[in-house]
């Protein structure tokens, strides 16, 4: 897997206590990290996105590790997907002399890119294009959402699947005649109590409420 502390970004953050995202240096964003302690058994972990040119330090804590693990996946997966796209279309095949040195054809794509533009009759007479980044997206609401995810994921697998299935009806907004149906609830209030005792189990999780209060 790529060394991502290697690559520069255009903005750097850290996490603080509160889950806010705080504008940091290079330097301090990347600074050495303390070594795990009885009190706190958490390493320090960062979320990368190269694409939106960005990188967090994130606080040692049980959601910080849920980030860095959901973030580490989507990753490697990019990386695979990238290796195997953008592999070479002749590579053991009867076109390919094995001198990958010296082939005029090397690393020619299985796929063509869609910021490339045609200028010539031949496949290498390709142009390169790109769009410059955005600058009207709001990064810290991205890492919101990100971070939002995490927490109702952790929230969610402490839930019954019963609670499960109402929180799907809520999320899909389904009327309340449909839910008893589907809950074999006997009348509407009672869905509408089952709603109640779920936002109530929803906000023990502390992740999540320390969430909603901020």
């Known amino acids: 897997m790529k060394n991502y502390q290697r690559l520069f970004y255009r903005n750097y953050y850290a996490q603080n206590e509160k889950g806010q995202y705080i504008p ?3 330097k301090a964003c990347f600074a050495p ?6 009190d706190n058994p958490y390493k320090q972990r960062w979320f990368y996105d190269p694409e939106a040119d960005y990188v967090v330090r994130l606080e040692r804590s049980k959601n910080g590790e849920a980030i860095y693990r959901s973030n580490d996946t989507s990753l490697k997966r ?3 997907y990238n290796n195997k796209k953008f592999s070479c279309i002749w590579k053991n095949t009867s076109n ?9 054809e090397k690393n020619t794509s299985r796929t063509v890119e869609l910021d490339k533009t045609w200028t010539g009759e031949k496949r290498n007479e390709m142009k390169s294009t790109f769009d410059p980044i ?5 990064i810290a609401e991205i890492l919101e959402d990100k971070e939002l995810i995490s927490i109702l994921t952790s929230a969610l697998d ?3 699947n019963e609670d ?3 929180f799907n009806c809520l999320i899909e907004k389904k009327a309340k005649n449909e839910i008893a149906k589907l809950l074999n609830l006997k009348s509407v209030d009672g869905a509408r109590y089952r709603e109640l005792q779920l936002r109530k189990k929803l906000l023990l999780n502390k992740g999540l409420k320390d969430f909603l209060e901020k």
């Open 24 to 26: 940091v240096s290079r």
């Open 33 to 38: 990290a303390e070594p795990p302690t009885e």
């Open 78 to 80: 990019e990386e695979r």
């Open 96 to 104: 390919c002399d094995q001198n990958c040195i010296e082939c005029n």
């Open 134 to 138: 955005d600058e009207t997206q709001n």
């Open 158 to 160: 402490n839930l019954s």
């Open 164 to 166: 499960k299935l109402l």
